[in-house]
């Protein structure tokens, strides 16, 4: 039976540990529904894990121009068997999971779910192992929703530029594997799930957060910047200092946040345009120099990342 979608938007979540490549996915995928044509919009939750947890990151696409995501999912893709617990009140069944033939989610059971299983492992390891399960599940979703695959096999193999030659070609199977399978998919048991594209998004320019908050920060000025790694606030420190021999900015990795807002503070009464990076659980650290601030009445930019801390 042909399940059809809501609305002309299509809010898509990824559910996984971290670890298991969720970034990957989305960042081919945003790019590729964008110069498919489709109005794109997502955002990413992370866990104070390197590996395991969950994370999830949600893509949201429409017909329309869209600032922020939705409670709703239309379309459910967890990485692993576990992934559900926390989206179980959002899942409906309207929802559509689309999951490997091999998970066996009981919470997902129980709510008698519109579930698709794809063998996703399996088609991996006929591409050239269970690491190209990501570039198969991006062929799947490629296919699905009428994406341009040369656009996506290119996207994915610059991800893999450095690699020899066997693993861009097993990548290469994979996506083709799953793009097949995706339409037909469309073909047999989805209807309504494409769109109808805006051929002047096309030429939009795509940005995420991270590097409009550094570009922000260079027409501001900023000559000086400090920080302690922390996701998600660590990719606008990377985006300056791979800039900062070209722009002449001084980017400073400091030992801990303590460090990192001191150095800020010293820039700016030595005359700099300083800014220092952290993230909800560095900041935490740095009440004590924000007071320091305060007291001597020195300028003081924080670029605080949105994440939950002490």
């Not at 898509?12 to 044509?37: C, H, M, P, T, W």
Request: hydrophobic share 45%; glycine share 10%.
């Amino acid at each position: 039976m042909a399940y059809d979608f809501p609305e002309e938007v299509r809010n898509i979540v990824f559910s996984g540990e971290a670890g298991q490549g969720l970034n990957f996915v989305a960042d081919i995928l945003i790019k590729a529904f964008k110069k498919n044509g489709y109005h794109v919009h997502g955002s990413q939750e992370f866990m104070s894990r390197v590996r395991g947890g969950n994370n999830s990151l949600t893509v949201r696409i429409a017909e329309f121009p869209v600032k922020a995501n939705l409670s709703r999912i239309d379309i459910f893709i967890p990485f692993n068997a576990n992934a559900s617990e926390r989206f179980l009140e959002r899942i409906t069944p309207e929802t559509l999971v689309l999951t490997d033939d091999t998970f066996i989610d009981k919470l997902l059971q129980e709510k008698n779910v519109n579930e698709i299983k794809i063998p996703l492992q399996k088609m991996a390891t006929e591409a050239g192992g269970i690491l190209f399960i990501n570039s198969v599940l991006i062929g799947v979703l490629a296919g699905v929703f009428s994406l341009n695959l040369e656009n996506i096999i290119d996207d994915v193999l610059k991800k893999f530029a450095d690699k020899d030659e066997s693993v861009r070609e097993k990548n290469r199977k994979a996506l083709k594997n799953g793009y097949n399978t995706g339409k037909e998919l469309l073909a047999g048991k989805l209807s309504g799930l494409p769109l109808k594209v805006t051929e002047s998004i096309k030429k939009d320019f795509l940005i995420n957060g991270s590097r409009a908050v550094g570009i922000g920060a260079l027409l501001g000025g900023c000559n000086f910047m400090s920080a302690y790694p922390m996701s998600p606030s660590t990719d606008v420190f990377t985006f300056l200092a791979e800039r900062a021999g070209q722009l002449g900015l001084v980017v400073e990795q400091a030992e801990d946040e303590i460090a990192a807002i001191n150095m800020a503070i010293g820039a700016w009464y030595a005359g700099a345009r300083a800014m220092v990076n952290t993230a909800g659980g560095g900041f935490a650290l740095m009440t004590e120099g924000l007071s320091l601030a305060g007291a001597i009445e020195s300028p003081l930019v924080i670029h605080l990342a949105q994440r939950p801390a002490p």
